[in-house]
């Protein structure tokens, strides 16, 4: 499985590694969130990716979603099929795509047909989404929020998006088989305990009690979602705790889960 987490800021013209906008790309062809779609995909992504899935919908991932349809509009020959919650299509409509915004690309069509789909997922409800079986699980956010177990027949790995303490997304991933990685968030550094929890985020002291929970052997961790202006600190506190399988995803790489 191949595994991006797309750049969303450049300095100098290149892409840094500051992460103020959350999307992943699996295999140049399904977008896990949005944040940064529409202006840091390459030009193959651009034509593959058809299917976008969303943890949630604050605005670091799906900002870059209204842009990425708007790009398309005029060559698409089948829609852009929105995998989320009711909870946050229901958001994308009411205060996104509401004419005030952004237009309503549901009730718009190029000379095609519709440019965009809605396809509810429930927690729990394995889905198809392309080439790839999904499994959405409730994690413990200030909006409602899903991570997921994604698999594409050779891999697995669980993705939690943003989120606090959980349980429900540990039981799934100790009890889905295997992982070949598991990607999880860790938004601000321990003194910013306070933030943390009123946001529902995880600190490095946070994320290592969690991972007592989690129990995947020898699979890899990759920290996800770090918030920029605290990215140095977070992540000499997030080394500090010695757990050797646990690495920071890097912006832009192309991993090979
Ligand atoms: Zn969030």
């Not at 896990?32 to 193959?44: K, N, Q």
């Not at 929105?82 to 004419?99: G, K, M, P, S, Y």
């Not at 991972?211 to 052997?217: A, M, N, P, T, V």
Request: proline residues 5%.
């Amino acid at each position: 499985m191949k595994f991006q987490l797309l750049p969303s800021s450049f300095e100098d013209g290149l892409p840094s590694a500051r992460q103020h906008l959350t999307s992943f790309i699996v295999d140049d062809r399904v977008a896990i969130d949005a944040g940064s779609l529409g202006f840091a995909v390459s030009e193959r992504q651009r034509e593959n990716v058809r299917d976008v899935l969303l943890t949630h919908a604050h605005l670091d991932h799906i900002a870059g979603l209204p842009l990425f349809i708007d790009d398309l509009f005029s060559v698409l020959t089948e829609p852009i099929r929105i995998h989320a919650t009711d909870l946050v299509i229901n958001v994308l409509e009411r205060d996104i795509f509401n004419w005030s915004v952004y237009p309503r690309f549901s009730e718009l069509s190029n000379a095609n047909g519709a440019v965009i789909e809605y396809h509810p997922i429930a927690p729990a409800a394995e889905t198809q989404i392309a080439h790839l079986s999904i499994r959405p699980i409730d994690v413990n956010h200030q909006v409602p929020s899903t991570g997921f177990i994604v698999s594409d027949g050779n891999s697995l790995i669980a993705i939690s998006g943003d989120t606090a303490e959980m349980d429900g997304f540990w039981e799934a991933s100790n009890s889905a088989g295997k992982l070949n990685a598991l990607l999880v968030e860790c938004a601000f550094p321990n003194e910013l305990e306070d933030l943390a929890l009123s946001s529902c985020h995880m600190t490095p002291d946070r994320l290592a009690r969690e991972l007592s929970k989690f129990d995947g052997g020898d699979c890899p961790i990759y920290v996800i979602n770090m918030k920029p202006m605290y990215r140095d600190r977070t992540i000499e506190q997030l080394n500090a705790l010695a757990i050797e399988r646990l690495r920071i995803l890097d912006v832009g790489k192309i991993y090979d889960f």
